[in-house]
């Protein structure tokens, strides 16, 4: 325990455990892959690289390697890639916007206990800063290659040329180096533009396959101990149309001596397969087409040879061995089948094709197409086989992933649970519900998301997306279990309550215990209040229509449900789930009914917050002048506007009532906060009226971002982007004629590192004296404070750096008490930045 210079007391005694990781995988091609040595996948999501791993019961993140690539950097970027391109150790790569690359070792380490999630280790191993000479220039893919010496060949894709780097690994587990071999070389390719690469390696050399934009493939070949690398032929997979690459995969033989090598490269619905066979072969092979409708009719295909040089000359034929009329569309991702000769294509049509090679007919067949990702998921990105080679696993356009398991003997995919999910956008708000039994999330992705603990494994997940919007979420709010309020980049709030199916869901799966709400005592599960099974949304609205019934047959979805939509539109029978629900159950079966819309902003509206009772919601929009600086009280009975409090001049950025719903607390970006009370004796819940309003030159020196109340009713907190966190009191004054008056002062503060964007104050106290206030910041940072209102003395309890990659856009604890026991032992705190939500576990 020391004491910082501005008199804070730390004490570095950690306390906090991650339970909870919620993101999506980057909207990108080549940002995913199934780690065949560790078991472990690895995905990038902005500028986190995230690690699942699969020995758990379900798949998990149990790591986030936070800031990756923003060592040294102002700024930062998007993380490209992330790539394991050796199949001895388990290596992958990873690159970013700035121009930053780095490669990283993977480790796995034996699971300690069932609650932690340290299960993997990743450490890193290089970075290279600014291969690419224009910083603004974005990397779109990197692959290294070792082969079974420390040598790692790590090739970058750039916008119009591949930069190649040879680097030697040194070091042990505990401490890994690299060095670079020899300087780095540009590859060129005239007038055409790279499009994709893909490594691989035959007879001791790394080979490169580079696709173009004009349709040609060109092979590059590093010999031994070479450090160089040269061109050896062109492959065309086009012809005369003239289209860009997409997608190559190489597949080794199972020899072991790699003589057999394959190449699939994939264009607009077309694949194309070469095979690559050590000490040449027949001068002309001719193999009839995989989908020829012509019997007679037969290609010739050209041989074409290289010769590999390492010691011995190893000669190499290439010869076309298929071709495959595949999907429509673009074809994104090749993976081939790690023992056996099958290969799956995923493309813009909304399907994954799985092909296998038939011996008996020597010609590639479709043997299951499957995926028709339905909604908003439109592209089907990275796809690739799981190490054993049952499962298979892609992530689409909106960062969702699905995930299958191949049963090869039946010949049936079956969709399986892979409870990876979450915003692919910034996350702008977070809200738990009223008795703690879900967290609710709203992101600039357009869309609310619900996650729940699962009652019997001890993990949180999405139990529910009840908004796709049209616009991006700015704020929400949980009036009671059953109803909540968001707002969007539009001028109006809506309201949306839950359906049935969803509080039988929320019994069923989640860690949900109550019948009654603990604040109102109303029967917030009971089925006779939610007689709304399960809601949609059709084409050209953005509001969510009720259905009442539904048609609970084989079909699925024979029903049509109240509103006459038909099939397209009405609800599966698989509303109620056994298990954590997957990818296309969330888009399609889990939204709410919208129940009412509130207008009375002028601009788009910014904020929200409702009573501790859940009678009164608050709202505002964004402002410059005071005019639209208004805050609106709403009935949630009837949804009437029952108040306007003026008392700012600029947005209201946050609103909060305290514990007893006497005071309403706004912060502003005036740089003023202004406090509203409503008296003991008032006779509408709505009767708050100003009481005190910072003063100038005693609150803040810039714009205010949050602000929070304790238990005690008489304190909160703010913090600014002036870096300084304030905790206030409102307290007695000097009696006059007889009456007592209040008035509201500071009692301390605590002066970060970085500016400040959020805050929150846990709902009990700890050692029954003390506060938890949770402070975040603007390079991604929480600490964890201990306040002690006698002595008004401000402990550091935690300090970490690496929660997030970026700024705290929101903490919220929850505000849930176990009934069972006379005091909680732990907080849970929940955290957003970037896309990126997570839940903390704080011991007390």
């Known amino acids: 325990m020391t004491t910082e210079p501005n008199g804070v007391v730390v004490d570095h005694q950690q306390q906090q455990q991650l339970l909870f990781a919620s993101t999506a995988c980057a909207c990108r091609p080549n940002t995913m892959e199934w780690c065949k040595t560790t078991s472990f996948i690895v995905f990038a999501s902005q500028r986190t690289i995230c690690i699942v791993s699969e020995q758990l019961p379900y798949h998990r993140i149990i790591e986030t390697v ?217 001068q002309l092979t001719v193999t009839p087409l995989a989908n020829d409708v012509d019997d007679h009719q037969q290609l010739k295909m050209n041989q074409q040879t290289f010769c590999i040089e390492n010691g011995v000359a190893h000669p190499i034929s290439v010869t076309l061995e298929s071709v495959l009329h595949a999907q429509t569309g673009p074809i994104y991702a090749l993976a081939w089948h790690p023992n056996r ?45 799981s190490p054993c080679g049952r499962y298979a696993l892609c992530h689409s356009f909106l960062g969702g992933f699905h995930f299958w398991e191949i049963d090869s003997s039946k ?26 039994s879900f967290l609710l999330s709203c992101s600039a992705d357009m869309t609310t998301r619900i996650f729940a603990k699962h009652k019997q494994l001890d993990f949180f997940f999405e139990l529910a997306r009840p908004q796709t919007h049209g616009h991006p979420i700015n704020c929400l709010t949980s009036v009671d279990r059953n109803l909540f309020v968001s707002g969007g980049e539009e001028k109006i709030f809506r309201v949306f309550q839950a359906t049935s199916s969803f509080a039988q869901n929320l019994a069923n ?128 009975r009837n949804w009437k506007l029952m108040n306007t409090l003026k008392a700012h001049q600029l947005t209201v950025t946050r609103l909060s009532f305290s514990h007893d719903d006497q005071f309403l607390l706004s912060v502003s970006r005036d740089r003023n906060w202004a406090l509203f009370r409503r008296p003991n004796d008032a006779p509408s819940p709505f009767a708050y009226t100003i009481f005190q309003v910072s003063a100038k030159g005693q609150g803040h020196s810039r ?33 006059q004629h007889d009456e007592e008056l209040e008035e509201v002062k500071q009692i301390a503060s605590f002066v970060g590192p970085a500016p400040q964007t959020a805050v929150d104050i846990a709902p009990g106290k700890i050692q029954e004296r003390l506060y938890l206030i949770a402070v975040g910041f603007e390079n991604g940072a929480i600490v964890l404070l201990e306040f002690d209102p006698i002595s008004k003395v401000l402990r550091m309890r935690f300090q970490s750096s690496h929660f997030h990659s970026g700024s705290i856009s929101r903490l919220r604890f929850c505000s849930a008490i176990d009934k069972k026991k006379e005091k909680s032992d732990h907080f849970l705190l929940a955290s957003a930045s970037c896309c990126i939500v997570k839940i903390h576990r704080i011991e007390e």
């Open 509 to 636: 799966l989640s860690d949900c215990s109550t019948k009654t709400d603990p604040m109102s005592g109303d029967e917030c599960l009971s089925l006779r209040r939610l007689p709304i099974a399960a809601a949609f949304q059709t084409e050209l609205t953005l509001t969510n229509t009720a259905v009442t019934e539904f048609d609970d047959g084989e079909g699925g979805n024979d029903g049509a449900g109240q509103g006459g939509q038909g099939d397209a539109f009405a609800p599966a029978k698989s509303l109620l789930f056994t298990e954590p629900p997957r990818e296309d159950q969330l888009s399609k079966l889990t939204l709410f009914p919208e129940e009412h819309k509130l207008y009375g902003h002028g601009f788009e509206v910014f904020s929200c917050a409702s009573s501790r009772n859940g009678r009164v919601l608050a709202t505002c929009c964004k402002a410059s002048h005071s005019e639209h600086a208004a805050i609106l009280l709403w009935d949630t």
């Open 341 to 385: 000769l099958e290969l799956l294509s995923s493309g813009a049509n909304q399907t994954v094709v799985r092909w296998s090679y038939s011996d008996s007919d020597s010609i590639w067949l479709p043997i299951s197409r499957f995926g028709d990702l339905v909604g908003d998921e439109v592209n089907c990105y990275d796809i690739t086989f």
């Open 411 to 436: 010949g049936v995919v079956l969709p399986k649970c892979f409870p990876i999910s979450g915003h692919f956008a910034e996350v702008t708000d977070l809200c738990w519900s009223p008795d703690g």
């Open 703 to 735: 714009i205010i971002w949050d602000c929070a109340w304790a238990s005690d009713a008489h304190l909160f907190a703010t913090c600014s982007r002036d870096k300084a966190l304030k905790v206030w009191r409102i307290c007695a004054a000097v009696e």
């Open 66 to 282: 936070e800031r990756a690539h923003l060592a040294g950097e102002g700024g930062g970027g998007t993380i490209g890639n992330c790539k394991n391109k050796n199949e001895v150790s388990s290596l992958f790569c990873t690159a970013a916007s700035s121009g930053e690359l780095a490669i990283w070792k993977m480790f796995k380490t034996p699971t300690t206990t069932t609650t932690t999630i340290a299960d993997g280790d990743c450490r890193h191993v290089m970075c290279i800063k600014r291969i690419n000479k224009k910083a603004s220039i974005e990397l779109s893919k990197m692959a290294a290659y070792a082969g079974d010496t420390d040598d790692v060949l790590l090739a970058i894709l750039q916008f119009d040329h591949i930069d190649v780097q040879f680097l030697n690994l040194d070091g042990n587990d505990d401490q890994i180096g690299a060095t670079a071999a020899a300087a780095v070389s540009s590859l060129k390719f005239g007038s055409a533009i790279p499009s994709t690469f893909e490594l691989s390696h035959i007879c001791g050399a790394v080979v490169m396959a580079v696709g173009l934009s004009n349709g040609l493939i060109d092979i590059f070949v590093s010999e031994t101990n070479s450090y160089s690398v040269q061109k050896k032929l062109s492959l065309d997979l086009c012809g005369s149309n003239k289209s860009w690459t997409r997608a190559l995969a190489f597949n080794v033989g199972q020899d072991g001596q790699c003589h057999n090598v394959s190449l699939a490269a994939a264009t607009d619905g077309l694949i194309k397969i070469w095979q690559f066979v050590v000490g040449g072969g027949d």
